[in-house]
C-alpha cells in the first residue's frame, strides 16, 4: 500500500463545476504540500498547510490531521485548472532525527472542458 | 526572479554516453533535490543535498550521482546512461535542510531525457 493515496485518478469536469480531489497518508505529518503539474510538466506548489483550511483564489485545502485525510477544492473550475494535482507528506527520514523528505502521491488528472 | 533552472530542457542521447544535467538555484536554499516521473509511478527521489559537500540517495539512485560544491548548483550525473533511465526529471530546493518536507518546494521546469 502506497504510503499517499489520491483519489480519483482521473476526473473530468465541465467548466464550471466544484471539484474535490482527495488525499490519504499513512504516515505521521507536521505538513502537508498540493502540487500543480500543468501539461508541459512545470510543477508548482499550491499550498502547504498542517490544520485547518488554507484559500487562495478559487482553491481551497484542508486537512485532517486526525483522519490522515486532505482534500483540495477548485470552485467554479475552468479549462485552465486542467492539469495534475499532486500531494505530498513529508517523511521523517532517521528515527528521531529532524530530516524530512517528501513522498509524493501519483497525482489526479483533471480536464475541464469548457 | 527567484527560480530553479535546469538544463538543458530536453535530451535525446544514446546507451552509454554520459550526460551531466544541471540544476541551479538563485534562493540561497540549503536543500535541493532530484526527482525522476514515470508514468504510473509518480515523483520519485533520486538524492538529495541538506547543504554544500552533504549529498544523500534517495529511493531511486542507482545509475546516478550528484555533487554539490556551491550551494546554489547541483548537477545530476549519468555515467553510462540506460534507457530504463529515460525519463522526465525534475530538480527542486527548499530554504531548509532538516525541514525540507515542510518548507515550500520549489521545482525546476523539468528535463525531458530520452536514452535509446
Known amino acids: 500500500k502506497n504510503e499517499v493515496e489520491q483519489s480519483p485518478q482521473n476526473l473530468t469536469a465541465q467548466e464550471g463545476e466544484f471539484i474535490t480531489i482527495n488525499c490519504s497518508y499513512s504516515?505521521?505529518?507536521?505538513?502537508l504540500h498540493w502540487l500543480q503539474q500543468h501539461p508541459g510538466g512545470g510543477i508548482v506548489s499550491l499550498f502547504m498547510?498542517?490544520?485547518g483550511k488554507k484559500k487562495h483564489g478559487r482553491l481551497i485545502a484542508t486537512i485532517n490531521i486526525q483522519e490522515k485525510h486532505s482534500s483540495l477544492h477548485i470552485t467554479a473550475s475552468h479549462p485552465r485548472d486542467s492539469a495534475v494535482y499532486i500531494c505530498?507528506?513529508?517523511?521523517?527520514?532517521?528515527?528521531?532525527?529532524?530530516?524530512?523528505?517528501?513522498?509524493f502521491g501519483k497525482g489526479t488528472l483533471l480536464t475541464v472542458n469548457p | 526572479e527567484a527560480q530553479v533552472t535546469q538544463n538543458p530542457r530536453y535530451l535525446i542521447t544514446v546507451t552509454g554516453k554520459k550526460l551531466t544535467v544541471t540544476c541551479s538555484q538563485n534562493m540561497n536554499h540549503e536543500y535541493m533535490s532530484w526527482y525522476r516521473q514515470d508514468p504510473g509511478l509518480g515523483l520519485r527521489q533520486i538524492y538529495y543535498s541538506m547543504n554544500v559537500e552533504v549529498t544523500d540517495k534517495g529511493d531511486v539512485p542507482e545509475g546516478y550521482k550528484v555533487s554539490r560544491k556551491e550551494k546554489r548548483n547541483f548537477p545530476l550525473i549519468l555515467e553510462s546512461p540506460s534507457p530504463n533511465q529515460t525519463s522526465l526529471y525534475f530538480c527542486?530546493?527548499?530554504?531548509?535542510?532538516?525541514?525540507?518536507?515542510?518548507?515550500?518546494?520549489?521545482f525546476g521546469p523539468g528535463t525531458r531525457l530520452t536514452v535509446t
Open positions: 498547510l498542517s490544520s
Open positions: 527542486a530546493s527548499s530554504p531548509h535542510g532538516t525541514l525540507a518536507g515542510v518548507n515550500e518546494q520549489y
Open positions: 504516515v505521521g505529518i507536521s505538513a
Open positions: 505530498a507528506v513529508p517523511r521523517r527520514m532517521n528515527s528521531g532525527g529532524s530530516n524530512y523528505k517528501l513522498t
